[in-house]
């Protein structure tokens, strides 16, 4: 029978963690949140010899004290879950850095591991480690791996079995010892504790440490098992932490601070050697170049213009492939059914609506591998800090940039980064302007329109319209921050990791796990839409029409039958091509006077003096509402709405085009659908990380935003005679 073990990966962010959790458990992962907070949970599973391994990636941080979120979950799951060993991946070109978070997690008194990560990157700067003595120091096993090579991955599994096995015979790592005043301190607090005779949870001499440091949670706790003789431990700490300040006249976190630095600074004497003194940093020199004040902002835009340009003008041939594959669904479904609801609810519901969203998966898929490239190789952050001084124009800084390019993926995640910033008016801030970044749901629109009205130009016009969410979220910063958050902004400090080799399968994972999203919308929300959206467009069955349709359309047959008994052999072709287009003339005409007089036309007369000045007709107008659902639902509606089912992929463009939509009004519409509410979900998530207020608020406002900005494109337009 198989053994189970759990496996926890803890990590500074950018340590290469994530990537050995896609080398250990490949696509056996399950993706979801940590119960209670909405920090992303990663767990997959290994087989190994006689073990079934769990392993769980937890929240990248930089220290295990109560500060943010992610920190408090690490802590608390290696505390309560009790994994069989924690395996910490630590960057071996900067140790010094990683030992911090390291000391902290031998603190806890769980079995661990220490995994020199990017030895090649050590290797490169000129850092010779010397595993074994670090070993022998911290009495804990390491091993080095370089995680985008996948090696080493085998003696890591390898090594942290070996290491719970020991651990459960009985070695335990070493106790890291501090300067005489501290060790008196925690002596003190311990014998306390002991004292008290409260069942504490977790290691004593940690504990000890943490009333010291005055940690809350910990605090709160110990009140929880025995108020009265936590406060006499209570008591001790205070005294305790009274005769330091004292004597060194600072807290205490700060002098434990300083002793662990100098337990790291000792550590780093007995196991580094720089081989080289001055070794060529290449990270730095390409920084030189793509940080600069002057060059650093212009090859930002180029690098943002290239991925839009890439996601539209390579997506295009397996989005032709599509368009081919919805044709022929569509053609088969029509010759094969005979005429009956369920044919017209299956052609012009289902294939029109998720037909016409599902052929845009290959852009979706690009943009999303493009933003995997940014995070992996390290530009992410780089972005942030160019972003900076820009950012200080709404009162923020660049860190909360790093959500807002989430936002160009999805919305949610991206409000739910905020949780990284200290200030919560920074958050709320960072959060109300989030949903002006456009996200991917609304790139199928794009496509759309841009492809149908601007051809060549389409890339140019979608990055366009990106770069001008990122002004008008900067924008409504600056003065959502003058007249709602008032107040003195938060120092920003920024951490540039150092550039690495993307790895292929890790980018494909980062690719995959977020387009699933978009996929999961096919199945559910868009096929509801397209439904919903094709009964209401479908009833009444009898309506009132202005014309006998029936009438021409008997008209034009007769004509056609007496042109062709009179015609010569030479003019039938062009009879019958005459004949075709006449009769689809009519058909269209009545199709159209149909759906303007069911249910969803009479909504969209209500909304059409709303949308009319600037310049949407009623049938957008429709599709519009429905994109609170999901904005992926606004090409569905479109494509139920001029009914192409039956005409294969690229029926939507020829529709509207013959619909009177122009390039000004397409132009409009596109600005209108980058600003307008988010989602569903953005609005709830918001509604979760805020309060109703702010998402009340931030649904108003983006509408507000929407109709002013395309007032002002589609009314510039009108005057410079582009309509």
């Known amino acids: 029978m198989s053994k189970k073990l759990t496996i926890a990966l803890a990590g500074n962010p950018n340590c290469g963690k994530t990537t050995i959790f896609n080398n250990l458990t490949g696509a056996r992962q399950k993706v979801g949140n940590w119960p209670g907070v909405t920090v992303e949970k990663k767990e997959g599973k290994l087989k190994y010899k006689e073990y ?70 050590a290797d490169a700067k000129g850092i010779r480690i010397d595993e074994k003595k670090l070993s022998q120091l911290l009495g804990l096993p390491v091993v080095f791996t370089i995680g985008n090579k996948n090696k080493g991955i085998d003696t890591l599994v390898e090594a942290a079995v070996e290491g719970i096995k020991r651990f459960n015979k009985g070695e335990k790592s070493r106790d890291i010892r501090y300067s005489q005043e501290i060790e008196a301190s925690i002596s003190k607090v311990e014998a306390g504790i002991l004292q008290s005779g409260m069942d504490i949870d977790g290691v004593l001499r940690w504990n000890a440490m943490k009333i010291l440091e005055d940690d809350k949670i910990i605090k709160k706790r110990f009140q929880d098992l025995s108020p009265q003789a936590s406060e006499k431990v209570f008591q001790i700490s ?73 996601t539209f003008s390579l997506g295009a041939y ?103 910033l200290e200030s919560n008016k920074d958050r709320v801030l960072t959060i109300l302007m989030t949903p002006f970044m456009s996200c991917s749901a609304r790139l199928p629109v794009y496509i759309v329109l841009a492809g149908t009205f601007f051809a060549g130009k389409a890339g140019t016009v979608i990055f366009s319209l990106y770069f001008t969410g990122i002004i008008v979220a900067i924008l409504s910063g600056r003065v959502l921050r003058t007249l709602l958050f008032k107040g003195e902004e938060a120092p920003f400090i920024m951490e540039l990791p150092p550039y690495r080799m993307p790895m292929l399968k890790s980018l494909l994972i980062h690719m995959w796990d977020r387009s699933k999203m978009f996929l999961k919308k096919m199945t559910g929300v868009i096929l509801i839409g397209s439904i919903l959206i094709w009964a209401l ?77 600037v310049g949407i007709g009623w049938q957008a107008s429709v599709a519009l509402v429905t994109g609170f659902v999901a904005k992926e639902v606004v090409v569905s509606t479109m494509g139920v709405l001029y009914g192409v089912g039956s005409g294969g992929g690229d029926a939507l463009e020829k529709a509207l085009k013959k ?23 953005t609005v709830s998530t918001i509604y979760r990380e805020t309060s109703a207020k702010w998402a009340g608020f931030n649904l108003l406002y983006t509408t507000m935003v929407a109709w002013g900005m395309s007032f002002l494109v589609y009314r510039t337009g009108m005057i410079l005679g582009l309509g």
């Open 52 to 121: 079934d391994l769990k392993i769980v990636d937890l929240p990248g941080t930089y220290s295990l004290t109560p500060f943010s979120i992610e920190e408090i979950t690490a802590r608390d799951f290696i505390l309560n879950e009790k994994p069989d060993i924690v395996v910490n991946i630590i960057d071996a070109s900067n140790l010094e850095r990683s030992l911090f978070l390291a000391i902290q997690i031998i603190e806890l008194g769980r079995p661990a591991l220490f995994v020199l990560n990017m030895a090649d990157v």
């Open 238 to 310: 205070k005294a305790c932490r009274d005769r330091l300040y004292s004597l060194f006249e600072d807290d205490f976190e700060i002098l434990l601070t300083d002793d662990r630095y100098g337990v790291i600074a000792g550590i780093l004497k007995e196991t580094i050697t720089n081989l080289v003194s001055k070794r060529i940093d290449i990270s730095r020199n390409i920084d030189l170049v793509l940080t600069d004040r002057l060059f650093g902002i212009p090859v930002f835009i180029f690098f943002i213009w290239a991925m839009f340009q890439l």
């Open 318 to 420: 397996p989005v032709e492939w599509l368009n081919t594959g919805v044709a022929l669904l569509s053609g088969s479904l029509d010759k094969i059914l005979p005429p009956s609801m369920l044919k017209d609810l299956l052609l012009n519901g289902m294939v029109a609506g998720i037909g016409s969203v599902i052929i845009f998966l290959p852009n979706i898929l690009i943009l999303f591998f493009c933003i995997a490239l940014f995070e992996d190789t390290g530009y992410m952050a780089r972005a942030a800090f160019l972003m900076d001084r820009v950012m200080h124009t709404s009162g923020l800084h660049g860190k909360s940039f790093i959500p807002m390019l989430m936002g160009f993926g999805c919305s949610v995640p991206a409000i739910m980064a905020t949780r990284t």
């Open 537 to 613: 467009s479908s009833f009444p069955e009898s309506v009132p029409y202005t014309v006998d349709y029936d009438k021409k359309i008997t008209d034009v047959k007769s004509d056609y039958s007496r042109k062709i008994k009179m015609a010569a052999a030479g003019e039938t072709e062009g009879l019958n091509r005459q004949f075709a287009l006449e009769l689809k003339s009519i058909e269209t005409k009545k199709e159209q006077e149909r759906v303007s007089n069911s249910y969803i036309g009479k909504i969209g007369k209500v909304l059409e003096p709303v949308f009319k000045p």
């Open 659 to 681: 619909s009177g939509m122009t390039a000004l009004s397409a132009l409009s519409m596109m600005v209108f659908v980058l600003l307008y509410v988010p989602c569903f979900a």
